[in-house]
């Protein structure tokens, strides 16, 4: 038996003895309009008020998302929460690649990341963990270990972070905390 494994981004196919072998597979379900429900999200989320209600024309905006390294969607979620926020002019909105520890990210990958519009049309900033001119140092935790966190988002007047909940092999789960303090 021949079966294709999800692996990469093509796949791999794999053969299998017909004896001793049950292929399971779940039931399709009706995927989620992805859009109607950021939309959503964005103009009734849960206990707050509407992004567009919070922030403000003078707001410098940092807006984290994350590298070429993560699933998410940014090239489809970022554009509607920039219409979302389309009152702040575009010059008050940075946006900040969540690296971490890796590696730049190159235009080419930026542009796959962002989408060309986005990337044309906003300013971008790449975390760099290792350029202290380009962090602030807020302290130490309680085991000692410096607290290091990028100047630019921290200057920002109000802060918006991206990202997703997939297994992490090292932190069991990315998501939460992540974008924020990804290293």
């Known amino acids: 038996m021949r079966i294709r494994v999800a692996y990469g981004e093509e796949g791999l196919w794999v ?3 017909d004896a001793n072998t049950t292929i399971v597979e779940p039931c399709f379900v009706e995927g989620l309009d992805e859009e ?11 206990d ?21 390294t ?8 970022l554009p509607i929460l920039l219409e979302e926020i389309g009152h702040v002019p575009k010059e008050n909105i940075l946006l900040i690649n969540a690296l971490g520890t890796h590696r730049l990210n190159t235009r080419e990958e930026l542009t796959r990341i962002l989408g060309q519009e986005v990337m044309q049309n906003y300013r971008i900033a790449q975390h760099d963990c290792r350029d202290y001119e ?12 410096e607290i290091w966190v990028n100047k630019d988002y921290m200057e920002a007047d109000f802060k918006i972070l991206t990202g997703l909940i997939e297994p992490h092999f090292f932190a069991g789960f990315s998501g939460g905390p992540r974008p924020y303090c990804p290293a």
């Open 15 to 17: 053969e299998l003895p």
């Open 36 to 46: 109607a429900a950021l939309w959503k999200a964005l103009r009734h989320p849960i």
């Open 48 to 68: 707050t008020s509407a992004l567009r209600d919070l922030v403000t024309p003078r707001n410098r905006v940092a807006i984290v998302f994350s590298d070429l």
């Open 70 to 77: 993560r699933p998410m969607p940014s090239d489809r979620v």
């Open 134 to 145: 380009k962090l602030v140092y807020l302290g130490e935790t309680s085991y000692g270990h």
